[in-house]
């Protein structure tokens, strides 16, 4: 059964900075792209950042452009999200996701989900 | 980038009734490159529907992707209680970004 489980969400204070993991199990994780999909609270889901199996390709969305870097180990079987000059409108869930096998333009089907975890951008 | 633009906003209908979702493109979507995920409160985003019109493993088959180009639905047949949730469009096909579309909310009338 796939599984993804992310960890490293909590209260930062605008100009902050945090790190988020993801780390993957039952499937073989050096084969897949993974994407970071957030979701401000009551509102709807915004693609943030992809990364291809053997971090060739690396995505952002123009909202967090210089400011967030995605990265993975597949020796251990995970994908992180160091988010830099944190502001109010990075508040949201932070969804890990797997990049499935049909891709266009470097983009893939989301085919498994995390279950998030909640960044909080407040002074 | 393509916009996605999904209608209507929220839906209301009674369980058995059949709901209809669609999602318009600002461009084509190649490939038909096209997803529908299901979001319920509190849980992450399930993928039901994938290349327009596959259903993912596990989903019903009351689950049904039609369309090409730019315009696709989503049909649900004989709602189920478990059905009334938020659901996403998202498209694949093209450059970065991916986009999704706004949601429809479907709840119980």
């Known amino acids: 059964e796939v599984q993804l489980v992310e960890s490293g969400g909590g209260l930062v204070k605008p100009g902050g900075s945090l790190r988020l993991a993801c780390v993957a199990s039952g499937f073989t994780f050096s084969d897949y792209s993974m994407n970071w999909v957030r979701q401000a609270p009551g509102k709807g889901l915004e693609w943030v950042s992809a990364?291809?199996?053997?971090?060739?390709?690396?995505y952002y969305a123009d909202s967090v452009k210089g400011r967030f870097t995605i990265s993975r180990d597949n020796a251990r079987n995970s994908l992180h999200l160091q988010m830099n000059s944190l502001r109010a409108e990075d508040a949201a869930f932070y969804y890990c996701?797997?990049?499935?096998?049909?891709?266009?333009?470097?983009?893939?089907?989301?085919?498994?989900w995390g279950q998030g975890t909640l960044v909080t951008v407040s002074s | 980038e393509i916009v996605l633009t999904q209608s209507p906003g929220t839906l209301s209908l009674s369980p058995g009734e059949g709901a209809t979702l669609s999602c318009r493109a600002s461009q084509n979507i190649i490939v038909n490159y096209l997803a529908w995920y299901q979001q319920k409160p509190g849980q992450a985003p399930r993928l039901l529907i994938y290349?327009?019109?596959s259903r993912a493993t596990g989903i019903p088959d009351r689950f049904s992707g039609s369309g090409s180009g730019t315009d696709f639905t989503l049909t649900i047949s004989r709602l189920e209680p478990e059905d009334f949730a938020v659901y996403y469009c998202q498209q694949y096909g093209s450059s970065p970004p991916i986009t999704f579309g706004q949601g429809t909310r479907l709840e119980i009338k």
């Open positions: 290349n327009a019109f």
């Open positions: 990364i291809s199996s053997r971090s060739s390709y690396i």
């Open positions: 996701a797997r990049g499935g096998p049909y891709c266009g333009g470097g983009m893939c089907l989301l085919d498994h």
